[in-house]
């Protein structure tokens, strides 16, 4: 309905409370057609004056009048409704009741506006205005003017007051009583979205502040790779200066360019990634990056937690770039965590996949009997998908076919031009010295790396 009055220009809350109205006191002129042209108005006495029949009919229209306001003065809406339909109960025929749409309209607004206490005054003050009405009309007073037969005696004036009391009661209740239960309901879907707004936003706050976290970490060991790594460049070209034979001039203007850029490189990296260097307590960043042959240590400290491990390997593994190298040890790591943490006593599945093109590192484990929902949710899956996406990796999360909870990550594999920048950094350099050679390759297999 809202939509239809905004597409013929009618969008405030005004507008629409006045066609609302226009509405029922055209339902109102129906009905009241239909009862004339049944005799029904008239009842048994075919005397009815014109004068009453006119009062009635325009008491009834003009009723709905006030429904205009209904939702800007709600309280003012429903009085004036009660008033007329008091004025409307005086001079209506003997015998007949008739209440249109607006007390009822009236009431149920005013209670899904205005506080509990205010609607019971309301709605009372209305059924004080209509019993008014009632007893007026059971009295004749009006009748009586307008020459209108009564047809009643005491007693039979008494009990249709008392029903028409009742009625206006009924009516007024029933519609305010509704209208609180409405109210309540919005109360309460306001509340739901906007805590449910509040969870998305807390969630979102979460979920920022653990990647933030994880660049930064990312950002530290980038910095240590490449300064371990580059340092290694610009000592190979320096050597290689020193020692080539052929065509010595050329070589020598080649090499210096590859140690002048080595060089540039790692002060640009040293420039960069500080900014973004946690500035906490945290770690110093001279600690060595571990790498895919760690991970063998990663699987002895699992089992010695009490975590049943049984790891593979296929394949010949190969040697990875240096953030490639973190970015499968992390993942292994996280993964194990989150298998202890949220499946305790599951089995654990790792295996390790090579082929010529890509490394494919998947762990595998039961899911449990029971979710413990205490815990709360982790970032770990973000910070595995973070380090995935840097260096052009894919992370794939979920339940399998099989009922597992299964983390699959896979790595693309560079040329051996890499691999030869990554073990030349163990000569000494700038950065050389106790703890800072390369980690250990994968080619050492996985430490304890049998089947359990």
């Known amino acids: 309905m809202r939509r239809v009055l905004d597409r013929v220009g009618v969008r405030t809350t005004l507008g629409r409370d006045v066609v609302l109205a226009a509405v029922w006191a055209l339902v109102t002129i129906a009905f009241l057609v239909t009862l004339l042209a049944a005799g029904e108005f008239y009842g048994a006495n075919r005397s009815i004056p014109t004068a009453q029949v006119v009062a009635v009919i325009v008491l009834a229209l003009v ?262 190298d973190v970015t499968a040890y992390r993942t292994v790591q996280e993964a194990l965590v989150n298998a202890r943490r949220h499946a305790p006593g599951a089995t654990v599945e790792l295996r390790l996949l090579a082929t010529a093109s890509a490394l494919v590192v998947v762990v595998e484990n039961d899911l449990p009997v029971a979710r413990d929902t205490s815990r709360g949710g982790g970032f770990g899956l973000v910070g595995m998908r973070e380090r995935a996406d840097l260096i052009g990796g894919r992370l794939d999360t979920g339940v399998t076919a099989e009922g597992r909870w299964r983390v699959r990550l896979e790595l693309p594999v560079e040329a051996e031009t890499d691999v030869l920048v990554s073990r030349s950094a163990a000569s000494p350099g700038p950065d050389s010295g106790p703890g800072a050679g390369p980690h250990a390759g994968p080619d050492a297999g996985l430490v304890g790396g049998g089947s359990e």
């Open 63 to 324: 009723q709905h009048v006030p429904l205009a306001l209904r939702r800007v003065r709600p309280v003012a809406a429903l009085l004036a409704v009660a008033v007329l339909q008091a004025a409307l109960l005086a001079v209506l025929p003997t015998g007949l009741a008739l209440w249109t749409a607006a007390p009822v309209v009236t009431a149920y607004t005013v209670a899904t506006l205005r506080p509990t206490r205010a609607v019971v005054a309301a709605v009372l003050a209305a059924v004080g205005i209509e019993a008014v009405g009632a007893a007026v009309g059971a009295s004749a007073l009006v009748k009586d003017r307008l020459g209108a037969p009564t047809g009643l005696g005491e007693v039979g004036a008494v009990v249709e007051a008392l029903a028409l009391v009742a009625t206006a009661l009924l009516i007024n209740g029933v519609s305010a009583a509704v209208g609180s239960w409405v109210a309540l309901r919005r109360a309460h879907d306001r509340d739901t979205r906007a805590r449910a707004a509040e969870t998305v936003e807390h969630q979102a706050t979460l979920t920022r502040a653990a990647v933030a976290a994880e660049r930064t970490r990312m950002a530290r060991e980038l910095h240590d790779v490449a300064a371990h790594h580059l340092t290694g460049l610009v000592v190979q070209a320096g050597a290689a200066e020193r020692l080539v034979d052929g065509d010595p001039e050329r070589a020598k203007e080649s090499l210096r360019s590859v140690r002048a850029q080595g060089r540039e490189t790692l002060d640009a990296l040293r420039s960069i990634v500080g900014i973004l260097r946690e500035t906490g307590d945290g770690p110093s960043g001279t600690v060595p990056v571990p790498g895919l042959g760690d991970v063998g240590d990663l699987v002895d400290q699992a089992r010695a937690s009490g975590t049943v491990v049984e790891s593979h390997a296929d394949g010949t593994l190969p040697s990875l770039a240096p953030l490639a």
